[in-house]
């Protein structure tokens, strides 16, 4: 059973920077999309990265130029890191590993709050 672990999440002021990480107990290489997703309180969930097995990336508009997503194939890491963090981007953050409709992997989430 493959599993995926977030970690980082936490209370950061406005402003502030945080760096989520998701431990994939699987090789991630064999993966093509790897994705960061979030979801808060009476929305739907959002695609806020995803990068695939070639490196491509793409960001959600809210977010692009604040938040950077990354892997690291031989650490089975996936990584997403936050700048210039807003109230707007509280929410529980997921990660996602996919290769087809067999092996479509989420985390548990971790929770994200930007307050003062």
């Known amino acids: 059973q493959v599993e995926l672990e977030e970690s980082g999440g936490g209370l950061v002021q406005p402003g502030g920077s945080l760096s989520l990480s998701c431990a994939a107990t699987?090789?991630?290489?064999?993966?093509?999309?790897l994705a960061w997703y979030r979801q808060s309180p009476g929305k739907e969930r959002e695609l806020v990265a995803r990068?695939?097995?070639?490196?491509?990336?793409m960001y959600v508009d809210s977010v692009k130029g604040r938040f950077t997503i990354s892997r690291d194939n031989a650490k089975n890491m996936l990584y997403l890191q936050m700048y210039s963090l807003r109230p707007e981007d509280t929410a529980v953050y997921s990660c996602?590993?996919?290769?087809?409709?067999?092996?479509?992997?989420w985390g548990q989430g971790t929770q994200v709050t930007v307050s003062s």
């Open positions: 990068i695939t097995s070639g490196g491509s990336t």
């Open positions: 699987t090789s991630i290489s064999n993966f093509n999309y």
């Open positions: 996602r590993i996919y290769k087809d409709a067999l092996r479509d992997y």
